[in-house]
């Protein structure tokens, strides 16, 4: 599991940990760790150009110290003082150490082999002011790649949000722990890799702000058969999707619950999308509804109600039914709109996951669509408290919200996946785990980290369509789980 912290929790640990230390102790192996993959970067230290962008706070002085270092390895090195002053001590050691200070116009961004950002850190508030914005910019349209320092300057340490200009880093070298804002879009984009430097600070931090899952934790997580297992068992999924209008829906949300271990999948709806059903998945077990009803459709362990329903009705009708059961529902896509509409709808004492995307919460909560992008974590956690259900928010960084637990947050997904239909998929992927008994927090996260892993496999670099991505979901498992599939023992 990796965790991240905002701003505020990672200053109250430095706080802690800094009254037990000498003066300067946690810059200098800041410094170090920043120095070393500073090097690695370069390959070759000696006689390499390094430009560093220096602000007036403790970012700048890292970037300093650092600066300091490489210049003893041989490196020349520059820095461009660009606050209106300087960390002294820091650039007493970087002087001494052979560093030079410039102006910012002598092209010595431009001829740099590698870029170090210590404009701003966590102590930045709001866009960059000039003269950093015009740095960053410049940076930006450098050849070299840049390093930044804790964080892109630009990017807010504690929600990843972006105001105005901001540092686009190929490597960030974070201090202490990660901050929120390196693991969620749009700031995520801009941190390129990110190395941790351990300074200690381990012992002193607080529950985390955001947690994202690695592919072992999915995989200790995911639900596996075991020899005991039969269909049942392992977890029969409901979907109600799909409509005489849209049939595709219908046929990707029960491909995606298939190809993601569901035990079994029963797919209820009308004429048009059972028949389009039942030609591309044999396997599923299909009621053609005459009127909107789900009686004699069969018992099942989670429903997923919602791509492609329509929302007149009919699929106001089947909705609420649905929402009658005692077992966990996954409302997504027109199942929101009526949501929205009533929300009383969601009143049950059962689990609920909701998976909209910006827009869609956008009509759960009222706020724009572009104000929900730019701060994805706030709006899925107010959404997330508001409504007292699971909100899984789509995009470039999917976040999964739920009332007091640590958000977690996805970035395994690639902007290929933003096409028509890989919604569907998702939302029948984390039906199958609803289904295999995982809660709403885990089956999300998990259904998120499988579904962007799918994509990576479908598009390998080139445009994907939806039911490659639900095509592509068992491969995602495999490489996760190994070859060990049966829950027994690996054969020797
Ligand atoms: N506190 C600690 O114990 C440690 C801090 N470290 C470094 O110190 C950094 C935090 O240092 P500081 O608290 O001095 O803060 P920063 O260096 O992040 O920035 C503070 C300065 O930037 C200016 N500033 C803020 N927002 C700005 C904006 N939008 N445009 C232009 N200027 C802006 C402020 O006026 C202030 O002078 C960390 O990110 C990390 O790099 C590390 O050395 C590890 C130890
Ligand atoms: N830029 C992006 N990077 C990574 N994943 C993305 C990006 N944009 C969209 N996605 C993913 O693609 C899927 C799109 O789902 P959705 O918006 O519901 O589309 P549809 O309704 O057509 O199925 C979601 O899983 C979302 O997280
Ligand atoms: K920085």
């Not at 049942?232 to 271990?261: C, E, K, N, P």
């Not at 598009?459 to 599939?485: F, K, M, N, Q, Y």
Request: charged residues 20%; aromatic residues 4%.
């Amino acid at each position: 599991m990796r965790t991240a912290y905002t701003a505020d929790q990672i200053r109250a640990a430095e706080h802690r940990l800094m009254a037990r230390l000498p003066e300067g102790a946690l810059m200098q192996r800041a410094a170090s760790g920043l120095a070393a993959a500073c090097a690695t970067m370069l390959g070759k230290v000696y006689g390499s150009r390094v430009t560093l962008l220096v602000g007036s706070g403790d970012n700048g002085g890292d970037a300093l110290y650092a600066g300091a270092l490489l210049a003893r390895r041989g490196a020349r090195v520059e820095a461009v003082l660009a606050g209106s002053r300087t960390h002294e001590a820091g650039l007493e050691a970087f002087l001494l150490a052979g560093g030079r200070a410039v102006e910012a116009g002598t092209g010595t961004i431009e001829r740099a082999d590698l870029v170090v950002d210590g404009l701003v850190g966590i102590g930045a508030s709001g866009a960059l002011r000039e003269p950093y914005r015009e740095l960053a910019l410049a940076a930006d349209a450098a050849a070299a790649p840049t390093v930044a320092v804790d964080v892109p300057s630009g990017v807010d340490a504690s929600s990843g949000r972006v105001e105005g200009a901001a540092v686009r880093a190929a490597l960030t070298v974070t201090m202490g722990a990660r901050k929120t804002g390196l693991l969620v879009d749009p700031g995520a984009a801009l941190a390129g890799e990110v190395e941790l430097v351990d300074i200690g600070l381990g012992p002193y931090l607080p529950d985390p702000d955001v947690v994202a899952l690695t592919g072992a934790d999915v995989a200790a997580l995911l639900p596996r058969p075991a020899a005991e297992s039969d269909k049942y068992r392992r977890g029969v999924v409901g979907v109600v999707a799909g409509s005489d209008q849209y049939t595709g829906a219908a046929v990707l949300a029960v491909g995606g619950a298939l190809l993601a271990g569901a035990g079994m999948v029963r797919y209820a709806g009308p004429g048009e999308p059972v028949a389009q059903v039942r030609s591309h998945w044999p396997e599923a077990v299909i009621t053609e509804l005459e009127r909107p009803s789900l009686d004699g459709v069969g018992r099942v362990q989670a429903w997923v109600v919602g791509p492609g329903l329509g929302t007149g009705d009919w699929a106001r009708e089947m909705l609420a039914q649905v929402l009658a059961s005692d077992v966990p529902v996954l409302i997504d896509a027109d199942g929101l709109t009526l949501v929205a509409r009533e929300r009383d709808l969601l009143g049950r004492d059962a689990p609920v996951l909701v998976t909209p995307h910006a827009g869609e919460l956008s009509r759960l909560t009222g706020a724009g669509r572009d104000e929900i992008e730019a701060d994805r974590l706030r709006h899925a956690r107010g959404a997330a408290a508001d409504l007292g259900v699971t909100v899984l928010l789509k995009g470039s960084t999917t976040v999964v919200a739920e009332p007091d637990r640590p958000v977690r947050v996805n970035g395994t997904g690639t902007a290929w996946l933003a096409t028509g239909g890989t919604g569907d998929v998702l939302s029948g992927v984390a039906g199958a785990l609803l289904a295999q008994g995982l809660g709403c927090y885990d089956a999300g996260s998990c259904a998120a980290y499988l579904h962007g892993l799918a994509g990576r496999i479908a598009s390998s670099g080139a445009p994907l369509h939806a039911a490659g991505v639900a095509a592509a979901v068992p491969a995602a498992i495999r490489e996760l789980t190994g070859r060990e599939l049966t829950g027994r023992p690996a054969p020797r």
